[in-house]
């Protein structure tokens, strides 16, 4: 079987991150492939680490629904990229890449999450790129508020955080491509 | 007038890059494009370091001729992105993106130069991707061969070179996606 | 008057990082000077991001105890290093240089610490360095044991700590120079 | 036998990079580890890029003299530095580190080399750091001056006329540190 090809992107698709660990559990995995379906039923383009547990899951997850995904991967080869990512972008820096995945994403769903996420984490935030979690990290510092990561309930609820939010940032920073 | 919409991307596109100088002549700048439009022709993802003169050229070409585009951007802002661009990869490491772009492509095209040309020339060389030269650097080092830049006549050439060994290089590195 | 000329590295002498803020209270920053001299008398070898903020109050501190300093700078000019940098390397890769400060470090002090802090951490402890932590991120996942960062009760006792993390993590992969 | 201990760096000191490939002719390496002495004995700070080849022999010359040595390692275990490194810094980003040794030198010395060299004298060149070549790369563009390596005979005459440099860029850009 076939999987659905990919749509044509837009100008006005949104960039969205899905992050999360390599070995997530079996619930974060299904977790990662239903907010990958639903940002791409919501227009969303997806990027992510291009390797397997979270980030595999989100992207069998957009290809379901006939999204577009890239994989920013770590590597030097183009086929450690997990079998549902579109476009591989071969970095070769190993975990500096988690920089390029976060400024590259107007929104960020955290799934679950590791260290590693932990530093995508921490770059979003000082980005100012909006992160949405599910399960992940909660962070806080002794006499400061906690770290404004929006909880979300379910996949569908986190998708639709990180879609408006993707939006917003938008507007601010307009993608000048295909106008 | 819009644009046409980029096409979808499938796992047999072969990804080529146009490397090439920000302040290009007129003649550059034309060889640019044209090589462009002949690589979106032949089925490739263009992709490129994002900016203007030489890159936003072949990513003009491309588009006229329906094809993708990636732009592999040094600074922190997706509006830094030439018009041409429909994916903006926002990295902030500056010219040590000149990495990235040489590794995701499976070949190079390099119209004039600068230096930083010349530094992804070298990468590509080191990292085994063949390069197809249009007016662009001489290599050499007393008592070595000359650097192996495939040189091309024309724009058209150029392409052609670069699709054909591509597709070599594919052979060996499978890109995994979309199948 | 002149500040101490830095001692010379030994072989045996181990890299620690000290991370956290630039914009610190004044509080941080004591307590960062105050580590950056304890370790610089433990005979470690500084390694900060180079800038102003926690950064400059560590390497102030090592400096006035006779230490090394080196700084990562993420910009592309050398000025912009603190005037207690002994040896400012420039990387231009911006925020990206999180990961080499906390890879290059044998242990980690973490100061107070904002986002990019966030993202060291989550580096250190991806990479396996210890990190001690004095006012810093507390990291919690409902369901998992909170993230290994050592709290210390003061500046001596962080530095304390790290001198002896680094030794242990050299017992491993021993620096092999100056043999 | 122990070698000598390093010096302490001192605010004055001009940061060198010696640059070529891991696997030189055995006249390559002589000249590398003479270029590395005579920087030593002129004052320089070495940095390379801390592996075998010609980066060991600059660094085994450097320290023959009594010199400094940092190497800025692609890898991710300071136990890849050849044993002549006084400092490694480890990057992980692999040749992207090729950014790092260029931007942090003063004066670059080019010692034979292979396509990775010729990467780093491209960035040299573009970020108008002066490079000084021993049997290295010509670069020529038709219609275009040869590019701006200044060739020297011996690798005394290398060193020298990349101390006289350095001392130049240092007016403009000066290292704060230890005034």
Known sequence: MRRLKPPRPSGNSPI?????????TAEEAAAAEAVG???AEGGAILVCGGLRGVMEAACRGAKSAGGLTIGILPGTDRSEANPYVDIPIVTGIRCARNVIITRTAQAVVAVGGSYGTL?????ALSFGVPVVGLGTW???????????????ATPEEAAARALALAQRTAVG??????K
């Open 16 to 24: 969205i991150a899905v992050i999360g660990g390599s070995a997530p």
């Open 37 to 39: 379906r639903a940002l």
């Open 119 to 123: 530093s995508e984490i921490g770059f």
């Open 138 to 152: 909660e962070l806080r510092r002794e006499g400061h508020p906690p770290a404004p990561i929006i909880c979300a």
């Open 173 to 178: 920073k307009a993608h000048q491509s295909l």
